[in-house]
């Protein structure tokens, strides 16, 4: 007979949120789910040709993602043992959330929109977000920051295009971004 924790494993109801900070003691944890958060971020960011304006599939995103991976802040929702969903997040005004994915899946989907709307409502981080995240970050009512703060907050770069969106160059390329979030002052 099946434990119940056994039933939920099986079934992909078993479901754990990893925080893993830049104590040394997170390092198994980083290191046990390196590639595939990696593989999530890397496949978020293809339809905007990659992540960090690197390229899709380049050494030069690899190694991006890799060093941001080492570098970062990471909460990732692991269910069975698989990870499903990714947040990177930096100390800079707060906690700034670099990157977001999940695995495609509808599963990994939902995890993320959940992670996502837990920060909103816990006032804990801000990003800088355009494309499907940006949409995403509407549909939970995120609140925008003024295009007026970006280059106060991103320390780039950035020329506002009205209240919500500003341009910034991104590996060599401008893009747009809105900013959501609580960042800290």
């Known amino acids: 007979m099946k434990t ?14 990893l925080s893993i900070g830049l104590n040394p ?5 980083r290191e046990q789910h390196r590639q595939a958060i990696h593989n999530i971020i890397r496949d978020s960011y293809k339809d905007i040709g990659g992540y960090s304006g690197q390229g899709h599939g380049t050494k030069k995103e690899s190694d991006a993602i890799h060093d941001d991976i080492t570098n970062s802040s990471i909460k990732a929702v692991v269910r069975s043992g698989k990870v499903t969903a990714a947040s990177l997040y930096k100390n800079k005004h707060g906690r700034k959330n670099i990157a977001l994915g999940s695995d495609g ?3 990994g989907k939902k995890d993320i ?11 804990r981080s801000w990003g800088e977000y355009s494309g499907n995240a940006e949409r995403m970050k509407r549909r939970q009512k995120a609140p925008i920051v003024h295009s007026k703060n970006a280059e106060r907050l991103t320390g780039k770069r950035a020329t506002p295009v009205d209240s919500e969106y500003y341009k910034r160059d991104i590996g060599g390329e401008e893009h747009q971004k809105v900013i959501f979030g609580h960042p800290k002052k």
């Open 25 to 29: 003691k997170h390092e198994k944890f």
């Open 113 to 123: 929109k959940k992670t996502s709307l837990e920060d909103i409502h816990q006032k």
């Open 4 to 17: 119940f924790l056994q039933y939920l494993q099986e079934n992909n109801l078993y479901e754990h949120v």
């Open 105 to 107: 899946t509808d599963q």
